[in-house]
């Protein structure tokens, strides 16, 4: 509409949208482009990095995404004149707190110390805990704002980065490239393998020539009726596996009353699949069969 002034852009688990269409919608009606590549750190589209086709573009630092400091992120302004107004913003923004620097280094730690699949196993209950109320409050906080509400339910501080995150990153960014090149290999065994399963109750990424998806997530789609089937089936063999975004849904039918086919079928058939660097050949070996075993059983 004439009010419109930006897009906001993602390419989700890894992969890179369409930016030479974005680039075509953002001239003809003057728009920003803003890009959030929380998930896309090393992605590609026509060999140019995403991250680099917006004016703005976000880049995340958060557990489970390409690379990690513990919590934090970055911003990239490609756009002279966004230059001074961001820089104001930042300025503005508080050191964090000891209390924030301790949370950042105990996440590292947490990382660090259960990233070895039996350590895990100690904590897994309380990891899925965890992620269920940090995405309660994402949707709390989404009604709240949608209401105008003064209540906001954070654990985040809206601060700089910790110098230890910082460090952290920095360090990492130099192994981006061989890390992004684990997950591209651990999704292509993976597609070969589930590719050789019924075709008619799966279907795999697509393939994009034009664009390098880092996969970080690799991302399938089932039939709806085998989903929670499915999922369960994975958890029962020790996989850790996930529902994207089903808060969706929830999301969807506070702000309008339309429906929503295409998001409501999406977020009943999708799964993701493990693809990180820490995966072993057996590991992958693991998850192809108990998938194949979980597709025969179901629906």
Not at 2 to 14: D, N, Q, S, W
Not at 23 to 38: M, N, P, Q, T
Not at 80 to 102: C, G, M, N, T, V
Request: proline content about 5%; charged content about 20%.
């Amino acid at each position: 509409t004439p009010r419109t002034k930006a897009m906001v852009i993602v390419p989700l688990f890894g992969r890179p949208c369409d930016m030479g269409r974005v680039a075509e919608v953002s001239e003809k009606f003057g728009l920003y482009i803003i890009e959030d590549a929380a998930q896309a750190l090393g992605a590609t589209f026509k060999e140019r990095k995403v991250g680099s086709f917006g004016d703005l573009a976000m880049f995340s630092f958060g557990i489970g995404k390409s690379i990690t400091g513990g919590e934090g992120g970055a911003m990239a302004v490609n756009n002279p004149e966004l230059e001074e107004p961001i820089s104001r913003i930042y300025a503005q923004l508080s050191r964090p707190s000891l209390k924030w620097a301790f949370h950042v280094a105990r996440n590292m730690i947490g990382m660090k110390t259960f990233s070895n699949p039996h350590t895990y196993a100690l904590i897994q209950n309380y990891i899925k805990q965890t992620v269920e109320k940090a995405d309660e409050r994402i949707v709390d906080n989404c009604f709240s704002l949608l209401e105008e509400a003064r209540v906001i339910h954070s654990t985040i501080q809206l601060a700089k980065m910790p110098s230890v995150s910082a460090v952290i990153i920095s360090q990492q960014l130099k192994k981006l490239d061989e890390l992004n090149q684990k997950r591209i290999t651990n999704a292509n065994k993976l597609t070969i393998l589930l590719g050789n399963t019924n075709h008619r109750k799966v279907c795999l990424p697509k393939p994009n020539l034009a664009a390098k998806n880092t996969f970080t997530r690799y991302v399938v789609r089932v039939a709806k009726e085998n989903q929670r089937f499915i999922i369960n089936e994975l958890l029962r063999y020790g996989i850790e596996v996930s529902r994207p975004y089903h808060q969706i849904l929830g999301l969807l039918r506070k702000l309008s009353t339309q429906k929503h086919p295409h998001t409501e079928e999406l977020s009943s058939s999708l799964i993701a699949l493990p693809s990180h660097p820490l995966l072993k050949e057996s590991e992958i070996q693991t998850m192809y069969k108990a998938f194949c075993s979980a597709i025969s059983n179901g629906k």
